[in-house]
């Protein structure tokens, strides 16, 4: 059974700094992905690593891959308040017609 | 850019009554899913859909649960009898080929 296991679940931390939040899972994946979801909103898709040594960057945020780990880092650089939010990572399966499997989540919370 | 629509985008309905969730998928993607993502807590995949039929389904999909792809562009969840425990908010997604998902704004269904 595929497992996605995020750290932290929780994450409060003041404007400015800086922070990874951690992925790991279980097997072999396709392809990984992250995702920002606001209180009561839907899930806004951020990056999606199709690779080993992936490495993409958005403005603050930069995430990265390492398929032989089975692990996957999103980094926040001099955080800003409006970063706050919810974050999800979840990996797909090629033989189980793409379904998605997500971590549990990581609250963020970035205060001035 | 295209995109994925959901309604309605919330539904109050009472235990026991059918509901039924609309989604309009993106026109050329082959693959669709529900997700469902109980307050506070992480996405769960539901059931994912291909070549009009189901090809994947979770525990959570059971009896209850169906869905139909009825005219080619509505891609629909229903839930027979509906419990408390199915109050969520629900996400449609389509994907080409699992080649990245978009996801609609989900419904809120809330069960009284």
């Known amino acids: 059974e595929l497992k996605v296991e995020q750290n932290p679940l929780f994450l409060s931390m003041q404007e400015g700094k800086n922070y990874t939040i951690y992925c790991n899972y279980s097997t072999t994946s396709d392809r990984l992905y992250w995702y920002r979801q606001d209180p009561g909103k839907s899930l806004e898709s951020l990056f999606v690593?199709?690779?080993n040594g992936a490495v993409k960057q958005e403005g603050r945020l930069m995430a990265s891959l390492d398929t032989k780990a089975r692990l996957s880092t999103l980094h926040i650089t001099a955080a800003v308040h409006d970063l706050s939010a919810t974050y999800f990572c979840a990996v797909d399966i090629a033989d189980s017609n793409y379904q998605l499997i997500w971590g549990a989540g990581t609250k963020l919370i970035i205060k001035p | 850019e295209p995109e994925v629509t959901q309604t309605p985008s919330h539904q109050v309905t009472q235990m026991g009554q059918e509901v039924i969730l609309r989604c309009v998928p993106i026109s050329n993607h082959l693959y669709f899913y529900w997700y469902r993502q109980i307050l506070g807590q992480k996405v769960e995949f539901l059931v994912s859909f291909y070549n009009n039929e189901i090809s994947e389904k979770s525990e959570i999909f059971d009896d209850q649960f169906s869905v139909e792809r009825p005219d080619g562009s509505n891609f629909t969840l229903k839930i027979r009898s509906t419990k408390l425990e199915d109050s969520a908010m629900y996400f449609c997604a389509s994907s080409g080929r699992g080649r990245g998902y978009t996801f609609g704004s989900g419904t809120r269904l809330t069960v009284v």
């Open positions: 690593l199709l690779s």
